[in-house]
């Protein structure tokens, strides 16, 4: 094929992979949306847990009272009172973030694998793989070989393979060198913290020999 009728037949690569590719990012943005949507509220959820495992410490250390006016005259919430009041609210707010936004995100990911599914299964989509590397049958890769294509970097399909399997590469072993920066910067940070708290121990252990030595001497 020349180079025409190699971008032709790209593009028919795309049109079929096209409908996948859709599904594919509609399926990713449904489970972000349930991401966002399991953590919603969670802090609020969490403060009123522990503000009932406060009202619990106090009902196991003998304060069984539901509601009740301090010395001073002033409202106050009892041990009883705290659990059912709290953990009401915790429980409210659990149910109530499950009913109006996960539970919907989770049926929204669900019709979104469903939907990445029939694709998948579309004859179209399915023919065209036949006559085209598997590694590289899909939308993301297919528009990248069209441009290498198109800039006259590969005169042919298995060129402009070569050249963005090459380009992944690439691509990989930055990132594996990114994480390994992170992971260094994260020793090191953790290495000053030991450091420092290291100091702090012998600083103290050091002054409290010292006041030790000092009492001994005016002891004895």
Known sequence: MNREE???????????????????????????HL???????????????????????GFLCGDHQLIYFDSNGQFQVGGIGGMLLFGGLAIFLWYKKNQK??????????????ALRREKNNPVYISGAKDFPAKFYNYSDIYQLCKFIRERRADSLKEACNLLEMHQFQQDQM??????????????????????ASVVTAYNTGKAASRLKDINKKLF
């Not at 936004?101 to 469903?114: G, L």
């Open 6 to 32: 190699l971008l032709q037949f790209l593009e028919k690569k795309k049109t079929a992979t096209t409908p996948v590719a859709i599904a594919e990012q509609k399926l990713r943005e449904c489970n972000e």
């Open 35 to 57: 991401n966002k949507a399991k953590k919603k509220w969670g802090i609020l959820i969490k403060i009123f847990i522990g503000l009932f495992a406060f009202c619990f410490l």
């Open 101 to 114: 936004y996960v539970e919907p995100a989770e049926a929204a990911v669900t019709e979104a694998i469903e």
């Open 175 to 196: 990132a594996i060198q990114e994480e390994i920066r992170n992971l260094q910067g994260d020793i090191l940070e953790a290495t000053r913290v030991n450091t420092a």
